[in-house]
């Protein structure tokens, strides 16, 4: 994890303070947010054998080791200490949610240091297969130790009492000091992004499906699932299709219709109201995220998309920008071409 103090002496100590203030209530913090839902830490799910009906551990454990091997290709890079992760297992009095990669005010907190998500199913009674629980969480788990080692540079804020600081860069986004961001927000009927916000999250996301993918290549000794069968779709079996798809990444144009028909009430699928929401942050999710991610990236071709990826990936992670910024100008023949693809005008 890089993570920067743009300041010095005393200035420095009182930011240093602050921010392991917050870091060291990340348990309190989880009680704030979700106070009707109970969690368990992440280390303890996945060592704890009382645990293993939840997810499947051992598969767990291997994706690790292969999203270890991946941080490398780019540093000295570290997992996101599972101690700090809150996954969330149940929730008294619950109707409404489902639980999940996409279950609200869940993520990555940077300045508690610690993520929060819940296991995909767990707050609903509806059956999951425990191997495609395993999977989501990787995903999760992956994503957020993405967001975890971005680069961060902290400043303190001006004319403000001692201790207090602002992000002016994270990744490759930045901000003022009064909270004006360098990219503007992305029209809601863009089929693109230039924000780079959604580019970073979206970037983070990739990343974790391209680990689900391989895992799921590389593992042999998975029982077959309904997921896995080609003949799968969203309205023989909503949930195997769906989340398979959504935490590998190959949700699509068409499945975001019939998602959008779904919530309309044009086409019914045998399933609770709770994986019903949650569909519905999926699609979202999806729609104005991940494929509009894609869509950047198939702009500058498809010789150049992996490379894009590849090096928005880096400089997120390292907070060095020459790389990207270089590599976009040669193809746009022109300099400074970050700035005229990404900078809003009020920056």
Same mark, same amino acid.
């Given at each position: ?5 743009? %300041?010095?002496? &005393? ?10 203030? +917050?870091?060291? %209530? !990340?348990?309190?913090?989880?009680? @704030?947010?979700?106070? /009707?839902? #109970? ?8 060592? *704890?054998? #009382? +645990? ?20 490398? !290709? ?16 149940? =929730?008294?009095?619950? @109707? ?16 508690? /240091? ?33 967001? !975890? ?5 902290? #400043? ?19 901000? *003022?000091?009064?909270? =004006? ?20 999250? &979206? &970037? ?20 077959? &699932? ?13 949930? $195997? ?16 219709? /019939? ?8 086409? @019914? ?11 519905? $942050?999926?699609?979202?999710?999806? /729609?104005?995220? *991940? ?13 150049? $998309?992996?490379?894009?990826? !590849? ?6 992670? $390292?907070?060095? =920008?020459?790389?990207? #910024? *270089? ?21």
């Amino acid at each position: 994890m890089a993570e920067r103090i743009l %300041a010095t002496g &005393a200035i420095r100590e009182q930011i240093l303070i602050a921010l392991q203030r +917050y870091r060291n %209530a !990340h348990e309190d913090y989880v009680k @704030e947010v979700h106070p /009707q839902a #109970c969690f368990l830490t992440l280390s303890e799910l996945i060592t *704890n054998n #009382c +645990y293993s009906s939840l997810i499947h551990q051992h598969l767990f454990l291997r994706a690790t080791h292969l999203l270890a091997q991946r941080l490398k !290709h780019y540093g000295p890079y570290e997992l996101l200490d599972p101690s700090r992760v809150w996954i969330g297992v149940s =929730m008294l009095g619950n @109707e409404k949610d489902f639980g999940g990669f996409h279950h609200h005010d869940q993520g990555y907190r940077y300045l508690q /240091q610690m993520a929060i998500t819940s296991l995909l199913g767990t707050f609903s009674r509806d059956p999951v297969d425990c191997v495609l629980t395993t999977l989501e969480l990787i995903r999760a788990y992956a994503h957020d130790t993405l967001h !975890h080692n971005s680069y961060r540079l902290f #400043c303190p804020l001006p004319q403000t009492e001692a201790g207090s600081f602002y992000r002016l860069q994270y990744g490759i986004n930045f901000r *003022n000091w009064n909270g =004006m961001t360098y990219s503007a927000k992305d029209s809601v009927r863009s089929t693109t992004t230039r924000n780079l916000g959604n580019i970073m999250e &979206a &970037a983070t996301d990739r990343f974790a499906h391209e680990l689900v993918v391989s895992l799921t290549q590389e593992v042999t000794d998975i029982p077959t &699932a309904s997921w896995r069968d080609k003949r799968c779709d969203l309205v023989s079996d909503p949930i $195997s299709y769906s989340v398979y798809r959504d935490c590998t990444g190959q949700l699509t144009h068409a499945d975001m219709r /019939q998602l959008r028909d779904i919530e309309r009430g044009q086409l @019914e699928i045998k399933t609770s109201t709770n994986f019903k929401a949650y569909l519905k $942050s999926m699609r979202l999710f999806v /729609q104005f995220v *991940n494929l509009r991610y894609q869509q950047f990236l198939t702009e500058f071709g498809p010789d150049h $998309s992996h490379q894009i990826h !590849h090096l928005i990936i880096q400089s997120l992670l $390292s907070g060095k =920008m020459r790389d990207l #910024c *270089n590599y976009l100008d040669a193809l746009q023949s022109e300099k400074r071409s970050f700035c005229s693809l990404f900078k809003a005008p009020h920056f």
